[in-house]
C-alpha cells in the first residue's frame, strides 16, 4: 500500500493524535519532534528554520484520504488566525503545492475583493490588507522528525480521565467521512 506522510504542529499533540488516529485513511500517527528548514509564515516575511516543535506525523492512504481534508481537519480543531504554534510541514515537494494552495485560501478568505471604477470584481488578494485576518500558519519543508518515547504515544487513550481543551467527541461526531 502506498502511503505519504505529514506532519502537523499546534495545541496539544496528544489531542492532534486522538483527533487523527480515527479518520478513514489515515494508517498511523505518531508523536515527536519536528525540525524545518525554509518555513514560511503568512505574517512575519523572511523564511526561517523551525527546530525542536512538538508535531504528531500523519502517515495516510492518499488514495483514500486527500491532503486537503487532513489540514481541514486541522483546521477545524485549532484556529489558524490566533497564534498557537500551528504549523504543517510536508516531506516531499510534491505536497508543497497542495498545501501553499489550502494555506492561500486560509490566508485570503474572508478578504474583500477590489472593485474598480466600472464596478468589476478584481480578484486581487492583496489589494486592501486590513480587510483580512492574519493567518498565523507556518509551513515547510521536514528536515527531521524524532519520534517521541513510547509512553508519550497514545497519551489519551491510555489516560481517558485527563481533560482536553478540545472537545473530541463534539469534533468527531462533526466531522464526515
Wanted: hydrophobic share 35%.
Amino acid at each position: 500500500m502506498y502511503t505519504k506522510k505529514i506532519y502537523f504542529s499546534g495545541g496539544n499533540v496528544s489531542e492532534l493524535q486522538e483527533i487523527f488516529r480515527d479518520v478513514p485513511g489515515v494508517v498511523n500517527v505518531l508523536v515527536g519532534k519536528v525540525s524545518a528548514r525554509n518555513v514560511r509564515s503568512y505574517v512575519e516575511p523572511e523564511p526561517c528554520e523551525v527546530d525542536e516543535i512538538s508535531a504528531v506525523e500523519i502517515e495516510f492512504n492518499p488514495k483514500k484520504r486527500d491532503l486537503s481534508v487532513l489540514m481541514d481537519i486541522l483546521f477545524s480543531a485549532l484556529n489558524p488566525y490566533a497564534e498557537n504554534n500551528l504549523g504543517v510541514y510536508y516531506a516531499t515537494g510534491e505536497d508543497e503545492p497542495q498545501v501553499e494552495l489550502h494555506l492561500n485560501f486560509i490566508a485570503n478568505r474572508g478578504k474583500q475583493p477590489a472593485v474598480s471604477s466600472a464596478r468589476l470584481t478584481i480578484n486581487d488578494p492583496n489589494s486592501n490588507p486590513k480587510f483580512a485576518r492574519k493567518c498565523f500558519v507556518r509551513v515547510g519543508r521536514l528536515k527531521n522528525f524524532v519520534v517521541a518515547p513510547e509512553e508519550e504515544q497514545n497519551f489519551l487513550r491510555k489516560h481517558p480521565e485527563i481533560q482536553t481543551d478540545i472537545d473530541l467527541t463534539k469534533l468527531k461526531t462533526s466531522l464526515r467521512f
